[in-house]
């Protein structure tokens, strides 16, 4: 692993570029990738030993249990500004520091079933309001500190159906490398 560009260890499938032109298979792309991401999940993690689970993407990076806690962290509060985003006029997020967040005592717990049932009903939930969303909803933004310029709800649809993608190559390329 040490030999590998760093930066190639942290993004496996490249950084997130927002999409451009986007057209509506690419919607119900996103939206299946989103779906599946916990069936996905679920064909890899449950089977892992406490040793696996603790197997890091990078040097210095997160262990894979960590990435799947991340995941429940993440994917909550996207689901949350989602739906500020559609009740509420231009509001703005709240931000979270993602590695202390990776520190907490939770998010260290070897037990991730807790996370992946969590990704079960949240994903379930977020596709359905993601299906009901039109035009003028997926159009609709929200500010976050962070960013020079508003988001909208269908480039943040992209951004999280890469980071399903993203975050299950993480724990591919722990596996592969199997190194604590």
Known sequence: MQSQ???DLKYPIGKFSKPENISDEQIHDWITDIDQFPNRLNKIVPYLSSSELNYRYRPEGWTIKQVVHHCADSHMNAFIRFKLC????LPTIKTYVES???ELPDAIEPDISHSL???EGLHARWVVLL???DAE???KTYIHPERPQP?????TMALYAWHCNHHLAHIKQALEFKES
Do not use: G, V
């Open 131 to 133: 299906k009901s969303l």
């Open 151 to 155: 988001m909208n709800i269908l480039n």
């Open 100 to 102: 202390k967040w990776a």
């Open 5 to 7: 560009n760093l930066e």
């Open 86 to 89: 559609l009740t509420e006029e």
């Open 117 to 119: 049932k969590l990704l």
């Open 137 to 139: 909803a997926l159009a």
